[in-house]
């Protein structure tokens, strides 16, 4: 469930609507043909939340419904793609830099 | 120490070109001391110095630095000796106020030194001494560009780099400040996710911008620049080295794995992370690769004590081994996880859906018996009969979830052959046709139900209904005309015809490409019984009966030469002497239209032929039994087969089995042998052999099967497993173990239990009136092949009692936890042959006896 959140970057109390304005907005960037994993990703998490009756099964089903332990996994890293955070100038500066 | 001066000077040039400054310095003092006017020597010791400063200020030797500084000053030219490469040499190891002034010097001699201005405006970002800048000449471009570097500089510090970046519209190229302008672009980039964008600008800030140049080293920024990110971007390799750990059973460093994967993945929550990751992996559970032990140590580690109860209930359900009882325990703790109560019950009723569904699929329905009644409650059983219980089960999900489609969807398929349970799939089922008022899907399924019934006027009001709802729907169509044509079958044995003509009319009207040929046979059958009173579709009265040629030349007119086949094989397989119209010379004149047609078929694609002869057997709304329409063809074409490819004629060969065809089937495969190509050759060498088999025409033995199964390549085994299944049901005992389980080994085995003999279907598999008096016989018999369980002598039960007993100390369960015995016997009814041998006893221990058992032999064999 936290995976498919994420994916469209989503809290877990948005509406029905949110989520699928949200969808509607991400496909539009991440088009099978510019970036056909991420479309896949955006469409499988919507399908997964895209009303109540969805969520729920969600929640109940994910265990026996992942066929590919790996791959499931992997949806959840490229779901967990950390946020960017605003850093000024002298932040940037006085961070260190990998070697 | 006594070369020349120049000679030390060449020497200390080169220990300095080498990097080697310490000793340079040596070298190039003593050359000086011997010619103390060189100021050749003068200006390379600065520069040595210089360098050897900067070498000490990069290893952090601050206070040495800054002694040798004062030497790098000592020696340092006039400026108008200087070359650019010392400017920079001054400025790198001086501070600003002291950089500057040597800067602005230079300048007016030398012009302005873009690496300087870099250096300076380098300097500014970390320590903006505006001021100082007042020191250099106009001419220099940083001071030209002062103003907007300021600005610029303001909203770099505020995190605005768009603003920054509008900031310095106006910087050129040349300008010193022009990579910050790239620095800008590439936050820019970087916050508006265009990460081509970002590495583009990065790749114009030169070298020598000192600080900012760091930026540009960095490789595949910014993924590997923390301080960019909230979190961290968890690496492939992690996820990768977990699965690793897991599958070695390395729980120690899986738990830990978990725990900063989930940090990483979600920092303000990341048991929510902890939480997917466990649900991910539960499959290892299923599997078997994680024990469901060591899956619970796992959410135990990692979750909270309820969280972890929460969990393992829900594991225990998706596994569905003890399925009923797992079901109620999880629909009992559902409530910890949905907390709103309308989501509650969307979850129960898919949680019972799903049960029900898994009951029905896997054929557990008789596990329920032993339950107690909380259990039962809990899944909302009443009934003590399986069939029933399976409906009230998905009956209470619909009460829970009027809404769950999937319910429904169950219900209309789940088998009810008693009163009781099609009196209860009918209540659902009218609630879902009140609910769902656009679909034809609930009308169907209560036509079909109403067909069971024999209530053949409430299924045809219901299939009235579902052309209504859904009139251009091709199944709901298929479905009517089906009504339909049980209804003019049953008007024309009871000779109403003016209600055949309307329901014919109104079949005519819907038919289509499957159902034409059915249509038709009902045309020329009423065409047959009329007198030419009820012309159909308004047409011509006639005064007497049609001759039968004539009434099937017009029916078959419009239809191509597939369906007109089609229609005359029905005909013939209805034609039978004393059937409605039919008598000899009817049966002799539809002969005569038949054969014709049936030379035809070589007109015919090979697949067209083969659905001739293997017609569908599943047709809506019941299932009808298959004609033998095998035999209809072949009796009016006999070479038909040789029209068939190889890769239609095993549907065909089975249909032959089927209708007791078999030396006809065994000459035909031997036909074929002749010119078959790969995988046919031992497909049909196969075939052949199990109808020698079957026709015991030769001894039982597994070699000849293993002998060809052992020739076919990887890539065509499951097409010879799936034909061994096929063909299992034309056969007996043995072979037909071997067939099912493809596994020849069977035939050569000399052990009598179910799945040894083929028995395994049957319900009554043991007759107790043909047990023995000594009793030995049975057990020795049964245990036979399980090899490791010993048999006892005496009182065939409590000998038996005693071998269930053994058992339990065998297994090592005796005073073992419930949950511990209900996990070994999940594992020992895994095995179907000790499965049989325990239910079958747990069948005949009478009550009385039962206390004779220990606690754990009681739940070994009953849960």
Not at chain 2, 241 to 269: E, M, W, Y
Request: aromatic share 8%.
């Amino acid at each position: 469930m936290l995976a498919h959140y994420l994916t469209l970057g989503l809290e877990e109390s948005a509406t029905d609507e949110q989520i699928r304005n949200r969808y509607l907005e991400r496909i539009k960037i991440h088009t099978p043909e510019t970036d056909a994993q991420r479309f896949q990703d955006i469409t499988q998490a919507y399908e997964a939340i895209k009303n109540r009756r969805a969520r729920i099964y969600s929640r109940i089903f994910t265990g026996r419904n992942t066929s590919d332990m790996e791959a499931a996994l992997l949806y959840l890293v490229r779901a967990g793609r950390p946020k960017p955070k605003l850093v000024g100038l002298q932040e940037l500066l006085r961070a260190p830099k990998p070697a | 120490m006594n070369a020349p001066s120049a000679q030390l000077m060449e020497k200390g040039r080169s220990l300095t070109a080498a990097g080697n400054y310490r000793e340079a310095i040596d070298i190039l003092k003593l050359a000086l001391k011997k010619d103390e006017t060189n100021t050749e020597i003068k200006t390379l010791l600065f520069r040595t110095y210089a360098l050897r400063e900067t070498q000490l200020r990069q290893k952090g030797m601050v206070k040495e630095a800054d002694v040798i500084h004062a030497h790098t000053l000592s020696f340092r030219p006039d400026v108008q000796a200087l070359s650019e490469n010392d400017l920079i040499l001054i400025m790198k190891a001086s501070p600003l106020q002291e950089a500057l002034p040597s800067y602005a010097e230079y300048i007016s001699s030398a012009g302005p030194s873009s690496e300087a201005e870099h250096i300076i405006a380098s300097r500014l970002l970390t320590d903006p001494r505006w001021d100082l800048l007042d020191a250099l000449p106009d001419t220099s471009p940083l001071k030209r560009d002062l103003c907007v570097f300021r600005d610029a500089l303001k909203w770099m510090n505020e995190a605005r780099w768009k603003k920054a970046l509008a900031a310095m519209r106006s910087v050129s190229r040349t300008s010193p400040i022009a990579p910050l302008k790239m620095l800008c672009r590439a936050m820019a980039c970087f916050y508006g996710k265009d990460e081509d964008g970002m590495n583009r600008a990065l790749s114009m800030i030169p070298e020598s911008f000192p600080i900012l140049s760091v930026f540009r080293r960095v490789e595949r920024l910014p993924q590997n620049f923390p301080v960019l990110w909230e979190g961290r971007q968890v690496a492939e390799d992690e996820i990768h080295s977990l699965l690793s750990d897991l599958k070695t059973q390395r729980l120690k460093a899986a738990i830990g794995k978990i725990k900063q994967i989930s940090q990483a993945l979600f920092p303000p929550a990341p048991q929510a992370a902890v939480r997917q990751i466990l649900q991910m992996i539960m499959p290892m559970g299923f599997s078997g690769i994680l024990d469901e032990d060591v899956l619970q140590e796992l959410a135990e580690a990692l979750l909270s004590e309820a969280d972890a109860a929460v969990f393992m209930a829900q594991y225990y359900f998706l596994a569905a081994e003890d399925i009923f009882e797992e079901t109620a325990d999880y629909l009992n703790m559902l409530d910890s996880e949905f907390a709103d109560p309308s989501d509650l019950r969307i979850a129960s009723s898919l949680v019972l859906t799903d049960a029900a569904g898994q009951i029905s699929k896997r054929h557990m329905a008789d596990d329920m018996y032993g339950l107690s009644v909380r259990t039962l409650k809990s899944l909302g059983i009443a009934s003590k009969d399986a069939e029933t219980a399976l409906i009230e089960m998905t009956l209470k999900a619909i009460e829970l979830d009027p809404e769950n489609r999937s319910a429904y969807d169950l219900l209309a398929n789940l088998p009810r052959s008693s009163r009781k349970s099609k009196q209860l799939a009918e209540q659902g089922l009218l609630r879902m046709y009140e609910r769902f008022s656009d679909d034809p899907e609930p009308c169907l399924a209560l036509s079909r139900l109403y067909y069971e019934k024999n209530a053949f006027r409430q299924a045809e009001t219901m299939l009235e209904a579902a052309m209504k709802r859904a009139p251009y729907d091709e199944r709901v169509r298929e479905y009517r005309i089906t009504g339909l044509l049980h209804a003019i079958e049953r008007n024309l044995q009871r000779k109403k015809l003016h209600i055949v003509k309307q329901d014919l009319e109104k079949a005519v009207k819907l038919s289509g490409k499957n159902t034409k040929p059915p249509v038709a046979v009902k045309q020329v059958r009423f065409e047959m019984e009329q007198t030419g009173q009820l012309p159909l579709f308004g047409g011509e009265i006639q005064t007497e009966k049609k001759d039968i040629r004539s009434i099937i030349a017009t029916v078959l007119s419009p239809m191509l030469l597939f369906d007109r086949l089609k229609t005359l094989a029905l005909l013939a397989a209805e034609a039978r002497p004393g059937y409605g119209p039919w008598d000899t010379a009817k049966i002799r004149q539809l002969d005569a239209v038949f054969r014709p047609y049936a030379a035809r078929m070589k007109e015919l694609p090979s697949s067209q032929i083969r659905r001739l002869l293997v017609p569908e057997e599943d047709r809506p709304p019941y299932r009808m039994k298959p004609k033998p329409m095998i035999s209809i063809f072949l009796d009016r074409q006999p070479k038909i087969l040789n029209l068939l490819l190889d890769e239609d004629v095993l549907p065909v060969l089975e249909a032959m089995l089927a209708s007791g065809l078999t030396k006809a089937c065994a000459k035909e495969i031997r036909r074929r042998q002749k010119t078959a190509k790969k995988p046919f050759d031992h497909l049909l060498a196969f075939y052949s052999l199990v109808i020698r088999h079957i026709t015991d025409k030769t001894d039982r033995n597994a070699e000849p099967f293993e002998t060809i199964v052992n020739q076919v390549e990887d890539r065509y085994r499951e097409l010879f497993r799936a034909a061994s299944r096929r063909l299992s049901v034309f056969a007996e005992g043995r072979l037909k173990a071997a067939l099912e389980h493809f596994n020849f080994k069977l035939l050569n085995t000399g052990c009598t239990c179910p799945m040894c003999t083929g028995r395994a279907g049957e319900a009554e598999f043991f007759d107790p009136d043909g047990f023995d008096e000594n009793g030995e016989a049975f057990f020795p018999n049964i245990f036979d092949g399980l090899g490791e369980l010993p048999w006892g002598e005496g009182n065939p039960l409590k000998s038996a009692i005693s071998d269930i007993e053994q058992l339990v100390d065998e297994m090592g369960l005796r005073g073992a936890p419930e949950k511990i015995i209900r996990k070994r016997r999940r594992e020992l009814y895994n095995n179907f042959q000790i499965r049989m041998v325990l239910e079958m006893f747990a069948d005949l221990m009478p009550d009385e006896m039962k206390p004779l058992l220990s606690r754990e032999a009681r739940m070994l064999v009953w849960v």
